[in-house]
Structure formats: structure tokens, C-alpha cells
């Protein structure tokens, strides 16, 4: 079982940044790779980035690609979201996600086997 918290969420304007962590429960989190999802309102839940477990391989979303990066620290348990260049469009709820096929870096939800309660990013134009 792994229990995941996100943070990082807030109000900021179109070019700002903000960091997105996500803290995770158990000894077990360096076997899981994570993803990051957002939701915006009325829209479906969509893929924004992924990692493995080593951190070696990543996978974008073609509209945060070169804007956002993912990272990991093991150690800590946490998986990271950097986002510059913030666009009223990435407006959603973000949520990080564990996929227990640690190396894959899968842009499909349904292989993510826990997910954390969500952070509201809102980028203001």
C-alpha cells in the first residue's frame, strides 16, 4: 500500500512557476515509477508526465513539453513537478500517481495503481 500526499498547488500568474511535490507512504515508493495527472473542470483526467523508478527515463505530455519537468528523490520518498511557464491553460487539480511496473513510464491512468487526493493549480491570464 502506498499513500500519496501532494503540495505545491496554488494561484500565479501566466509565466510564473510553481514546484508540485508528492510525498509517499512505505519503504517501497523507489519500486514504484510515478506520474503526474491534472484535471481541468469539465475536462477528462489527462496524462501530464512520468517517471521510472531510477529516474532515468521520463515521458512528457506534448503541451508541457519544455515547460515541465519531473524529478524524484528517492531518499525522501517524493516526486517532484517543476512547472515554468505557466499558461491559464494548465489550469486543473494535479494529481501524482504510483504505477507499480517501476520502469514503466505509462501515459495511460489505468496503469497507476495509487493515486493521492490532488493540489489546484490556477494560472491566472
Not at 10 to 21: M, N, T, Y
Not at 37 to 58: C, D, H, L, M, Y
Request: hydrophobic share 30%; proline share 2%.
Amino acid at each position: 500500500q502506498v499513500q500519496l500526499v501532494e503540495s505545491g498547488g496554488g494561484l500565479v500568474q501566466a509565466g510564473g512557476s510553481l514546484r508540485l511535490s508528492c510525498g509517499a507512504s512505505g519503504r517501497t515508493f523507489s519500486r514504484y515509477a510515478m506520474g503526474w495527472f491534472r484535471q481541468a473542470p469539465g475536462k477528462e483526467r489527462e496524462f501530464v508526465a512520468s517517471i521510472s523508478w531510477s529516474g532515468r527515463i521520463t515521458n512528457y505530455a506534448d503541451s508541457v513539453k519544455g515547460r515541465f519537468t519531473i524529478s524524484r528523490d528517492n531518499a525522501k520518498n517524493t516526486v517532484y513537478l517543476q512547472m515554468n511557464s505557466l499558461q491559464p491553460e494548465d489550469t486543473a487539480v494535479y494529481y501524482c500517481a504510483a504505477n507499480g511496473f517501476g520502469s514503466s513510464v505509462s501515459t495511460a491512468g489505468r496503469h497507476y495503481d495509487y493515486w493521492g487526493q490532488g493540489t489546484q493549480v490556477t494560472v491566472s491570464s
